[in-house]
């Protein structure tokens, strides 16, 4: 779901001022809550507002679309999962335009060869499950002394039978929020040098199963359920978004989290053929127009966030269709929109000090300069 078979609606939008003719929406200055002109300087204080922006692209929008004649020539990016599926597409949109895009990856071979041939990719080795790999991935990124503009956090595991990480963490929350958070920790001195940076967390309508427990994260003391744990982690890449915006916004960070569709990657692999079945039928019931995506597609809403500047003093929202998502009811049965608890500011701090406890990773927050 976060990426594959989460059911995605197609919308129609008014196409009066869109984000690829360069203009800004209408809706965006309501959404950032700042009424001043898209020119002007605005308020990094400002909360973003859980609002669509009416960008006039789609479900069906690609990432090279989205991009354009964007250039991002001396910029630097991260993409966790760089080299399979939206991340390896989102990495090759980054590269052509022009950025040096870093891929560190569990599984070295396999990266190498998708990665062979493109320019201005970096293979970096890092186990988002292994504190150990993570903390020595940062260092070297640390070490080369460079800014950095983009950290994509878009690798994940999606409904896996019950493991526990080295660290004693269920391992899908451990792998898809706490190996981000403790990378995003990490890097965050590079992050602020960049003066003016963006983190995307990848998150899932997936979210809508259920929130983040913080009494019983490991199902210690409830059965284990693939299903929960996976919307547990995915609840949980939005919220981190939602609070690291609140802390980085002073500092030119802004972080965004994004939900790419239902897209046909590997992320099930391992799911069965039965159970695949199943969720896509489910899926097709519940909405008449049920729209599969392929990686080029799928890559689009993170690519925006990541480089739009229609999103330009804005963040700490959930994206979905190259829009900002619009807010549904707890209950609600459509497989898109935002759930109440991952807009939950309260429940987002909470969880940020449960991280720091459990991963020992502190974010620096430097007085800002100039």
Request: contains cysteine.
């Amino acid at each position: 779901m976060g990426g594959d078979y989460a059911g995605e609606m197609a919308r129609e939008r008014p196409l009066t001022a869109t984000a690829h003719d360069g203009v800004v929406p209408t809706d965006a200055a309501a959404a950032r809550g700042d009424s001043s002109p898209p020119n002007k300087e605005r308020n990094p204080s400002m909360t973003t507002k859980q609002l669509a922006l009416r960008t006039g692209y789609g479900p069906k929008t690609t990432a090279e679309e989205v991009i354009g004649a964007t250039r991002l020539d001396g910029k630097v990016a991260i993409v966790t999962g760089g080299y399979v599926g939206i991340g390896l597409e989102t990495t090759r949109v980054l590269a052509r335009a022009g950025a040096t895009v870093v891929v560190p990856a569990r599984n070295a071979a396999k990266a190498k060869n998708a990665l062979a041939g493109m320019d201005r990719v970096e293979l970096e080795s890092m186990d988002l499950s292994d504190p150990e790999s993570v903390d020595a991935f940062t260092a070297r990124f640390l070490a080369s002394g460079r800014p950095l503009h983009l950290l994509i956090n878009n690798a994940g595991v999606m409904a896996i039978p019950f493991e526990k990480s080295v660290r004693g963490f269920e391992l899908q929350l451990a792998t898809n929020h706490l190996g981000h958070f403790q990378l995003t920790a990490r890097v965050w001195p590079a992050l602020v040098k960049a003066n003016g940076a963006r983190v995307v967390a990848l998150t899932s309508w997936g979210h809508s199963m259920g929130s983040v427990d913080l009494a019983d994260p490991n199902f210690a003391r409830r059965p284990y359920d693939k299903w929960k744990a996976y919307a547990q982690s995915k609840s949980a890449n939005a919220l981190f978004a939602l609070a690291l915006d609140a802390r980085g916004k002073e500092h030119g960070v802004r972080a965004f989290s994004v939900h790419p569709g239902s897209v046909a990657t590997e992320l099930a692999r391992s799911l069965s053929e039965g159970e695949l079945q199943a969720l896509r039928s489910t899926l097709q019931r519940s909405q008449e127009s049920f729209l599969r995506k392929m990686p080029p597609e799928g890559a689009a809403t993170s690519v925006w966030c990541a480089t739009s500047s229609v999103l330009d003093g804005m963040g700490g929202v959930y994206c979905e269709d190259v829009d900002i998502g619009e807010p549904v009811a707890a209950d609600s049965k459509e497989p898109r929109g935002v759930r109440p608890w991952i807009m939950d500011r309260d429940l987002a701090e909470r969880l940020w000090t449960e991280s720091e406890e459990w991963t020992g990773a502190r974010f620096t927050l430097p007085a800002r300069q100039g």
